[in-house]
């Protein structure tokens, strides 16, 4: 049970974290500065992560 908290936690962290991201890029223009295509490709990496956290949980043994 322990386990599944703690990914339940990083999720939940991860969440926080791409919010922020999402609030800091908001004062940025993004397209003359350069950085959309980082932005996006770090976001869809970040949700496939999330994502692989989510569908793994379930089948991760407590001791």
Same mark, same amino acid.
């Given at each position: 049970? $322990?386990? @599944? /908290?703690?990914?339940? %936690?990083?999720?939940?962290?991860?969440?926080?974290?791409?919010?922020?991201? @999402?609030? $800091?890029? $908001?004062?940025?223009?993004? @397209?003359? $500065?350069? /950085?959309? @295509?980082?932005?996006?490709?770090? %976001?869809?990496?970040?949700?496939?992560?999330? +994502?692989?956290?989510?569908?793994?949980?379930?089948?991760?043994? +407590?001791?």
């Amino acid at each position: 049970m $322990a386990r @599944r /908290f703690q990914i339940d %936690a990083v999720i939940e962290d991860v969440d926080k974290a791409m919010k922020k991201l @999402r609030e $800091a890029m $908001a004062g940025i223009q993004v @397209r003359t $500065a350069g /950085f959309k @295509r980082e932005h996006d490709e770090l %976001a869809r990496q970040v949700a496939n992560y999330k +994502v692989d956290l989510e569908d793994i949980a379930p089948y991760i043994k +407590v001791d």
